[in-house]
T-cell receptor, first 116, second 114 residues
Framework: GAGVSQSPRYKVAKRGQDVALRCDPI?????LFWYQQALGQGPEFLTY????????KSGLPSDRFFAERPEGSVSTLKIQRTQQEDSAVYLC??????????????FGPGTRLTVL | AQTVTQSQPEMSVQEAETVTLSCTYD???????LFWYKQPPSRQMILVIR??????QNATENRFSVNFQKAAKSFSLKISDSQLGDAAMYFC???????????FGAGTRLTVKP
């Protein structure tokens, strides 16, 4: 398919483990976003990439969260030493154009992370 | 910081009827964009409709339309001729024209009764 894909779809981690969540954006999309969606809440912005450059990481909740997009396509969100409060659905979205504006963001299905 | 408020956690509508979902936001900016996203159960979030703040004309997309009241900072979504497939969580979102941070409301769960 041509949509945004994420893997794994479900991840269970023991507290203290490191996890890596992958996002494959739509081919050719310049912008890539990560969001965290807690149960019963709306998504909350984590970070934004324009190509390989991470231009905004203001939403990352702690230094345990790290994101990269080394070649300007696939992105990985890494969470170190996971805590129970990290349990959430992590959404990835991409958009064709760079910068701000009315650009539509296309969302992936998300990765549901459960930290025990 | 900008906030988005959806005051209706749940709404229901009879099939073929019309329903309006409420959204208000708080901002000091003059240039921004507003969106309604639909998130069906266990499915991906999709864009329903979007509005540029500098446009006075309300956006419409087939059965979906908005009532944008800039002074009141209100952005409601009207769904006409509701269909069973409209059942989903609906999120209102605000995006500044000056950064990439999109703010979402807590969502409204819409049920469509046959």
């Amino acid at each position: 398919g041509a949509g945004v894909s994420q893997s794994p779809r479900y991840k269970v981690a023991k507290r203290g483990q490191d996890v890596a969540l992958r996002c494959d954006p739509i081919s050719g999309h310049v912008s890539l976003f990560w969001y965290q969606q807690a149960l019963g809440q709306g998504p909350e912005f984590l970070t934004y990439f324009q190509n390989e450059a991470q231009l905004d990481k203001s939403g990352l909740p702690s230094d345990r969260f790290f994101a990269e997009r080394p070649e300007g396509s696939v992105s990985t969100l890494k969470i170190q030493r996971t805590q129970q409060e990290d349990s959430a659905v992590y959404l990835c979205a991409s958009s064709l154009a760079a910068g701000t504006g009315l650009n539509e963001q296309f969302f992936g299905p998300g990765t549901r992370l459960t930290v025990l | 910081a900008q906030t988005v408020t959806q005051s209706q956690p749940e709404m229901s509508v009879q099939e073929a009827e019309t329903v309006t979902l409420s959204c208000t936001y708080d901002t000091s900016e003059s240039d921004y964009y507003l969106f309604w996203y639909k998130q069906p159960p266990s499915r991906q979030m999709i864009l329903v409709i979007r509005q540029e703040a500098y446009k006075q004309q309300n956006a419409t997309e087939n059965r979906f339309s908005v009532n944008f009241q800039k002074a009141a900072k209100s952005f409601s979504l009207k769904i006409s001729d509701s269909q069973l497939g409209d059942a989903a969580m609906y999120f209102c979102a605000y995006r500044s024209a000056y950064n990439n941070d999109m703010r979402f409301g807590a969502g409204t769960r819409l049920t469509v009764k046959p």
